[in-house]
């Protein structure tokens, strides 16, 4: 026991005192998870942080720090594959500034209003159930497919109405002649979405790019990378300088947890077989969905709240 | 009076805070109290509490001695904020924030501690003007229009809260007696203490009245690199923003290049 309470550091943002070991494990659970899925794992990483105790705010704020690292590790590999789309990518880029640099004002805002926690949790059950869901969904039938021994054919780029709106724009390296408003709109979305829930937005936008946008899948995860990368610099900066809720020791602890996870999850990766994994990781989705909406739902031990009134003086 | 005017006026707020209570012990002492200042010494065995990176709460001791009879009572006071409490209604089968009431202060902290039920030797008059219990702090609303009603729900709610949190205590009878003359008593602080300059009170009653009594402040305050990085992320929120990406950034390359040549 006092051997454990050693282990014990104490958050200075987050301002609490959390076990190394916890937050190491943690880390090192979700990077196996991402390196065995090829997600990001904010997703399940924010939840987990917020069921330790960290305060959502600190969680969220925090994340974005940590997928960065994670993901300049990631984007690396692609990058002397040269599976990136750079052009591609600074168009969701700017898209993807704007849209996170709303999230964090609109972040702000809530936190005023005493309401960014429940926003906070009402975007991570319905985006949760949906993917868990979908994930659940698809892994079942590639298991039905696998055993009538059928491959599903797909087209690999269906033309839509939404890619003949203006501003059309050439992509080489994505062989795609379409709209720069429909990239621009995915970034804006998956912007925001990482600002509000500490998200890298992978989960939103490697599909977008897919179905809504019809890149092709090898330029997918590079191009997306790329682009979190720098959303998620910005949102960490914006964080930091208008609500004070970026704990570094924190998304440093989980980064190094995150790095050998992923590597490990990776190397196991190659042999287990991916559809029943899948269906595993909706699973988990699901489950942490359910949490959170227990909380929600569940009447709380106490109606009555503290906060802090002080003004937080950016700058002080 | 001009000499401390002028005194005060150069402090910032917080040392101004420390400094009256400061003052206070020191006229108590040195005025006609004298002879009354004999009746009751304390001290604590450590006047800085140091919030490090392992911290995990602290306890201190605080001991003394009286002479003749009498009781002892404790006071711990934390520095005091601005506080909001919000309460929670259900609003299409989720809970939500609602109503909120803002106290002009409350103290962060607060600890009784006594030799023995309060009731049995301090008369209320007494336990008023001394704000001796949970329910003699000074918490304002700071808006007061607000109904008396409600101000009073939400600062039981709040009195609640802190009380679940560690942060009020009530110890009566937790000040024991070594014979007749030494006393002693445990300040417990929660790894969840808010810093600041707080004051200890320490009185000496007998029957009925305050006859002895001593201040002594208490220093909570975050030390070493986790104080450093809280203070330069408020401080110097931006660039603090910017180190975190180059650190964060730093840190993921070199996790790459490490497992590449594995």
């Known amino acids: 026991m006092s051997g454990f309470s050693l282990m014990q550091v104490y958050l200075p943002i987050a301002e609490i005192s959390v076990n190394v070991f916890y937050l190491l494990g943690l880390g090192g659970l979700v990077g196996a998870l991402s390196g065995l899925f090829g997600v990001g794992g904010g997703f399940l990483m924010t939840p987990f942080l917020i069921f330790t105790g960290i305060p959502p705010a600190v969680a969220v704020a925090t994340e974005a720090n940590q997928i960065l690292g994670a993901s300049v590790s990631g984007v690396l590999a692609y990058w002397r594959r040269s599976s990136v789309d750079f052009k591609m990518g600074f168009v969701l880029l700017a898209g993807g500034m704007v849209g996170s640099s709303f999230g964090v004002w609109l972040f702000s805002m809530l936190r005023g209003f005493g309401q960014i926690d429940l926003v906070i ?45 203006p501003l059309k724009t050439r992509f080489r390296k994505s062989k795609l002649y379409i709209s720069a408003l429909l990239p621009l709109g995915v970034g804006f979305f998956v912007g925001l979405l990482a600002a509000i ?58 980064l190094i947890g995150g790095v050998i996870g992923a590597q490990i999850g990776t190397r ?42 002080a003004v937080s003086a950016a700058g002080l | 009076m001009t000499m401390i005017q002028a005194i005060m006026k150069k402090r910032t707020p917080d040392t101004g805070n420390l400094l009256i209570p400061l003052l206070a012990v020191v006229f108590l002492l040195a005025g006609p109290a004298a002879v009354r200042a004999e009746a009751l010494v304390a001290d604590l065995s450590s006047h800085l509490i140091a919030i490090t990176t392992g911290f995990q709460g602290s306890e201190l001791l605080l001991f003394g001695a009286i002479d003749g009879e009498g009781d002892v009572v404790v006071l711990v006071r934390g520095p005091e904020e601005p506080l909001k409490v919000r309460r929670k209604d259900r609003i299409g089968g989720v809970w939500i924030n609602r109503d909120e009431v803002t106290f002009k202060k409350a103290p962060v902290f607060f600890r009784m501690a006594s030799s023995r039920s309060m009731e049995d030797f301090v008369p209320y008059a007494l336990l008023s003007r001394h704000r001796m219990g949970l329910r003699f702090l000074e918490i ?7 109904p008396q009603a409600k101000v009073t729900s939400f600062r039981t709610a709040l009195i609640r809260t802190k009380t679940r949190e560690g942060l009020y205590t ?14 002693r008593t445990n300040v417990v602080f929660p790894p969840n203490v ?35 990085v809280f203070l330069f992320a408020h401080r110097h929120a931006a660039l603090y923003g910017i180190l975190s990406v180059i650190l964060a950034m730093l840190a993921g390359w070199l996790g790459a290049v490490a497992f590449r040549k594995v």
Request: aromatic share 8%.
């Open chain 1, 121 to 165: 949790s009402l975007a991570y059950v319905v985006f949760l159930s949906v993917i868990g869901a979908l994930m659940l969904a698809e892994s079942g039938r590639t298991m039905l497919l696998h055993r009538r021994r059928e491959a599903a054919k797909r087209k690999l780029h269906k033309h839509i109405w939404l890619h003949g709106l």
């Open chain 1, 197 to 254: 829930m500490g998200v890298g937005g992978g989960f939103v936008m490697v599909p977008a790019m897919i179905y809504l946008i019809g890149m092709p899948t090898s330029m997918v995860v590079g191009t997306s990378l790329f682009q979190i990368i720098f959303v998620t610099a910005n949102v960490t900066i914006l964080q930091a300088y208008y609500n004070q809720t970026v704990d570094v020791f924190l998304a440093l602890l989980l």
């Open chain 1, 268 to 309: 196991a990766g190659s042999f287990l077989r991916g559809e029943q994994l899948r269906g595993l990781l909706a699973l988990v989705v699901l489950g942490v969905c359910a949490r959170i909406l227990f909380d929600l739902v569940v009447t709380p031990n106490d109606l009555f709240s503290l906060a802090s009134s």
């Open chain 2, 140 to 146: 304002p609303a700071a808006d007061e229009t607000v």
């Open chain 2, 170 to 183: 009530l110890g009566e009878g937790t000040v024991t007696f070594l014979g007749d003359r030494l006393f």
């Open chain 2, 194 to 228: 808010p810093t600041g300059t707080y004051t200890i009170e320490v009185f000496l009653v007998r029957d009925g009245h305050v006859v002895g009594a001593q201040t002594t402040p208490l220093i909570v305050s975050k030390v070493g690199l986790g104080a450093e």
